[in-house]
């Protein structure tokens, strides 16, 4: 296990400090050992790299704009704020980052269908959009609660060639359709890639993840210097799994200066069922293969995990960010619904940018954070995806 801060590497096993690991049936261990090395062969290819590089300039939007938030940071009367503009991206989110990533991938090992869980939709679309991109068939398992609720999302996927598997069991929402992925995988990986949503699973995939969502990080510090001659005073992203706080803190955790934040939903209190601040509340389990923190019932078992935005609700946590935790490089906080929903009116009508709910999060911490730094202070905040989404389910749900 290094650890410099230029880069955490997991052990070769797959560890970050006492998180992560590869807890999966052998067969499928041998599969994600070959995954792995094609994985490091390719990272190093220069074709692939000019490849991914191409597309990520004229079919992403890549680079994202820097933008430095005039308004805002009048009105909050402290640091300045500046967004990482993740949410124009094509598709409107950071997902992208990866799913292109993981679909080149897919092809380079000669795979013909590549796989998905979904929750929301957000990756489910992602990868969707990257299946249709590279030519690869797709199949996203997503839960019966979560069809109904975003029936919008299985239209699109549907629309982008994607086959979308109603997940019928238990709760019936992201935790199901993961195991869902999973069982498939496990029954078609001669022929098919799983491709996970974020820095979560089994070795390697939170090291591949975080590879392609650094991108994000190595950006925004090259924009920040350039625009300001020196590095932010911080840095703060949403926390669900973790890939876009991982993206953007990889680029940053070289620079001591710089604070590193990572905002985990506290949705509408402390009690077991109301949030899914897994690394505020979590205790050190496996689930879905890798070994994190995790939000437990009374009796044990992985907790319902609960925000108001649905990108957030995972139970579990990223391994890399459990470490980052343990050794204090970067500080984990939270914020509530209510405080996510002020965000997300405030950063609308102030600047014309409505945020995803998940962004929101970071948002409303970054807006405490100001007060606190005080002027002369600098704070980037990785704006992880756009509200479009989300615009109706606030209507409905809340008032402006
Ligand atoms: C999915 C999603 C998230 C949460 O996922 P991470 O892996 O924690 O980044 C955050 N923001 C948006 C916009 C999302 O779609």
Redesign the pocket.
Known sequence: MKTNFKNVQADKDGFFGAYGGSYVPEALRAELDRVYNAYLRLKKDPAFRAELRSLQHTYQGRPTPLYFCKKLTEQTGGAEIYLKREDLNHTG???INHCLGEALLARYLGKDTIIGETGAG??GLALATAAALIGLKCRIFMGETDVKKQFINVRKMQLLGAEVVCVREGGKTLKEAVDAAFAEYLGTFEHALYCI???VGPHPYPTIVRDFQAVVGREAHAQFRRLKKGLPDAVVA????????IGIFTGFLSDPSVRLYGVEPMGRGAAIGDNAASITFGKPAVLHGFKSLVLEDEKGEPAEAYSV?S??DYPSVGPEHAYLKDIGRVNYVTVTDEEALDAFRRLSVTEGIIP?L??SHAVAYALKLAKELGRGASIVVNL??RGDKDVDFVLDNYSL
């Open positions: 989110a950071h997902k957000q990756h949503g974020s820095v949403c926390v669900g799994g973790g890939s876009n706080a935005a990108g957030l995803a998940e962004s992880s995806g």
